[in-house]
Antibody, heavy 120, light 110 residues
Framework: EVQLVESGGGLVQPGGSLRLSCAAS????????MSWVRQAPGKGLEWVSI???????YYADSVKGRFTVSRDNSKNTLYLQMNSLRAEDTAVYHC??????????????WGRGTLVTVSS | QSALTQPRSVSGSPGQSVTISCTGA?????????VSWYQHHPGKAPKFMIY???KRPSGVPDRFSGSKSGNTASLTISGLQPDDEADYYC??????????FGGGTKLTVL
């Protein structure tokens, strides 16, 4: 079955770090553009980052310099390393796969998400 | 980059049609033909519904249609069904490797 399953969320203090994982099955992560999208409580979706199949990475201004997206090809897993966390980073984090049959950043497969809570 | 503007909620009875608007700017919705729509049942994975403003991926019913005029995109759902009750998000490419989403619209099927 083709699916994405996120993990690694939890409670972390402001200024702390957390690494999220997104395990893929049914396709190869390294062959696709993969993204992270988050949803703060009561808010809409917010794009966070993307990693291209070639390795290039891009970030939203709100996380640039603090978050790093990467992947482990041997584990077929996408990661999001989050440092210097702030209360406003509290959200459910979804990973998503770009629709490779389209040219632009459209995501045809999403995970259910993992909740990150930043609080003292 | 500011979020795209969507109504907080819309509602309709089974069989009726509803339209959800998504207003942006010339730097996003108005500047590119790269608007998409996602359906999200809370607690589940979002689902890809519309791309390029008006095209449907395989498997999406033709009850779902999209359009765009200037800086505003719209999603119309006709023949409402109970399972259509969900949150709907528009999304647009905003240039310089940036995506912007709307604030989301909660659709209630009465």
């Amino acid at each position: 079955e083709v699916q994405l399953v996120e993990s690694g969320g939890g409670l972390v203090q402001p200024g702390g770090s957390l690494r999220l994982s997104c395990a893929a099955s049914g396709f190869t992560v390294s062959s696709h553009y993969m993204s992270w999208v988050r949803q703060a409580p009561g808010k809409g979706l917010e794009w966070v980052s993307i990693i291209y199949s070639g390795g290039s990475t891009y970030y939203a201004d709100s996380v640039k310099g603090r978050f790093t997206v990467s992947r482990d090809n041997s584990k077929n897993t996408l990661y999001l390393q989050m440092n210097s966390l702030r209360a406003e980073d509290t959200a459910v984090y979804h990973c998503a796969k770009r629709a490779e049959w389209l040219l632009n950043w459209y995501f045809d497969l999403w995970g259910r998400g993992t909740l990150v809570t930043v609080s003292s | 980059q500011s979020a795209l503007t969507q109504p907080r909620s819309v509602s309709g009875s089974p069989g009726q049609s509803v339209t959800i608007s998504c207003t942006g700017a010339s730097s996003d919705v108005g500047g590119y033909n790269y608007v998409s729509w996602y359906q999200h049942h809370p607690g589940k994975a979002p689902k890809f519904m519309i791309y390029d403003g008006s095209k449907r991926p395989s498997g999406v019913p033709d009850r779902f249609s999209g359009s765009k005029s200037g800086n505003t995109a719209s999603l119309t759902i006709s023949g409402l069904q109970p399972d259509d009750e969900a949150d709907y998000y528009c999304c647009s490419y905003a240039g310089t490797y940036t995506l912007v989403f709307g604030g989301g619209t909660k659709l209630t099927v009465l």
